[in-house]
């Protein structure tokens, strides 16, 4: 669920006020990461490597309070839950997308997973969930990339996540990920932590 709070009794109103109106108000990180555990681990026991990734960015995100609060519509609303949104190639040979609950549980999220993507790719239609805080996601996993920017126009105001093919070095797997979030939402440091806490997601999972 969501609701309207005030900018005002939050820790965000100096920063609501400096970047609501801004006309690019989004701001990028990229940090290369370690995912040799999600490689191995996707391999051994057959998960998706997505899925996985996904999980740790819900796990990551949900214990960072600003990822909860959302800049839209010359507003500010707070959630209550999280989804995560992931791109589905469909049948027709385009693309679709659909939101996927966040569940601390890996087995729950997986099955959200699977089933969701699965009825979205076969369907054609998105899956939304408008009662839960969106962390968006691409995988272009066509090539290798080291960066890439999003819209910069604040029509989507959510934060949104965005890789390409892994790459190996040795015997280690690395991945470069761009991290666009809303200035409004968050500050560098709150995207700083949470991309630490990424790192250490994977490192765990």
């Not at 010359?74 to 995560?84: E, H, S, T, V, W």
């Amino acid at each position: 669920m969501r609701k309207e709070i005030d900018p005002k009794e939050t820790t965000r109103a100096r920063a609501f006020e400096m970047w609501m109106k801004s006309p690019v108000p989004m701001v990028t990180l990229v940090k290369t990461f370690d995912v040799t555990r999600l490689v191995k681990m996707s391999r051994k026991k057959g998960l998706r490597f997505n899925m996985l990734l996904c999980w740790c960015i819900g796990k990551a995100a949900s214990r960072i309070d600003e990822f909860y609060l959302l800049p839209a519509e010359g507003k500010l609303f707070k959630y209550d839950r999280m989804a995560i949104n992931v791109i589905v190639n469909n049948a027709k040979g385009g693309i679709s997308t659909c939101d996927v609950p966040f569940s601390d549980h890996l087995e729950q999220f997986k099955a959200d997973y699977t089933a969701l993507t699965q009825e979205t790719s076969a369907t054609c239609r998105d899956i939304t969930d408008n009662d839960a805080i969106i962390v968006g996601t691409s995988a272009v996993t066509e090539t290798e990339l080291d960066c890439i920017v999003n819209q910069y126009s604040g029509i989507y105001n959510n934060p949104f996540l965005v890789w390409g093919r892994y790459r190996r070095r040795w015997l280690r797997y690395h991945l470069p990920i761009s991290f666009q979030f809303h200035h409004a939402q968050m500050d560098g440091t709150h995207a700083g932590r949470f991309l630490t806490l990424l790192q250490k997601e994977i490192n765990e999972i």
